[in-house]
C-alpha cells in the first residue's frame, strides 16, 4: 500500500530565507507525486505535481520541488519564504491509473512565517 | 466555471440525526471523491467514484453512504451521524492529471 511521510509537523522560518519541506513516500513503482497548500479556513490548492520527466518540478508561488527515487524523497523546496506563505503543507501519492487516481496524503507541515 | 461546489459551508448536527452534503463539478470530469480531513491526520479518502454510476470505498468508509447522481454530482450522507464524524469534508473531482478540490464542509457533531 503506498504511504506518505512527512517528517515535521511544524516548521517556522523567517520571512526572505529559503524553505525546505520534507515528503517521504512507499509505493511500488514510480509514483504521481503533489503538493497542495491551505492557507486556514480554505481548501486545499496544487502547488505542482510530478509524473515523469525531469526530476526538478516548478509550481506556483516559486515553489518547486525534486523527485529522487534513490532516496523515496519528494521535498519541496522556495529560496525566499514571502509571509503569505504561511499555510498547511501536504504532499501526496497517487497509483497510476488513468483519471481513477487516489491520492493518499501525508499529515502536513504547518508553516510559520516570522516577519 | 465555478469548479468544484460544495454545501453547506457549515453544519451542526445532533447525535443520530442524518444529513447529506452535496458536491458538483462543472469541469466534465469523471471522477469524484469525497474525502475527511482531521487535525494531525492530513486527508483521508471515505469514497470515490471513478466513472457516472460507480462508486468504491476509499479508506474509512464506516458510517457514510454515497450517490454518484449524474456526472457533475456526488453526494455523502450520514444515516447516523455520530462525534466522531465531527471533521471537514472535501469533495474533489478529477480528469487524467488534473485534480481540484472543493472548499469544504465543516460537520460538527454533538
Known amino acids: 500500500a503506498q504511504s506518505v511521510t512527512q517528517p515535521d509537523i511544524h516548521i517556522t522560518v523567517s520571512e526572505g530565507a529559503s524553505l525546505e519541506l520534507r515528503c517521504n513516500y512507499s509505493y511500488g513503482a514510480t509514483p504521481y507525486l503533489f503538493w497542495y497548500v491551505q492557507s486556514p479556513g480554505q481548501g486545499l490548492q496544487l502547488l505542482l505535481k510530478?509524473?515523469?520527466?525531469?526530476?526538478l518540478v516548478q509550481g506556483i508561488k516559486g515553489f518547486e520541488a525534486e523527485f529522487k527515487r534513490s532516496q523515496s524523497s519528494f521535498n519541496l523546496r522556495k529560496p525566499s519564504v514571502h509571509w503569505s506563505d504561511a499555510a498547511e503543507y501536504f504532499c501526496a501519492v497517487g497509483a497510476r491509473g488513468g483519471s481513477n487516481y487516489k491520492l493518499t496524503f501525508g499529515k502536513g507541515t504547518l508553516l510559520t512565517v516570522n516577519p | 466555471n465555478a469548479g468544484v461546489t460544495q454545501t453547506p459551508k457549515f453544519q451542526v448536527l445532533k447525535t443520530g440525526q442524518s444529513m447529506t452534503l452535496q458536491c458538483a463539478q462543472d469541469m466534465n470530469h469523471n471522477s469524484m471523491y469525497w474525502y475527511r480531513q482531521d487535525p494531525g491526520m492530513g486527508l483521508r479518502l471515505i469514497y470515490y467514484s471513478a466513472s457516472e454510476g460507480t462508486t468504491d470505498k476509499g479508506e474509512v468508509p464506516n458510517g457514510y453512504n454515497v450517490s454518484r447522481l449524474n456526472k457533475r454530482e456526488f453526494s455523502l450522507r450520514l444515516e447516523s451521524a455520530a462525534p466522531s464524524q465531527t471533521s471537514v469534508y472535501f469533495c474533489a473531482s478529477s480528469e487524467a492529471q488534473n485534480k481540484r478540490f472543493g472548499p469544504g464542509t465543516r460537520l460538527t457533531v454533538t
Open positions: 510530478y509524473f515523469s520527466g525531469d526530476t
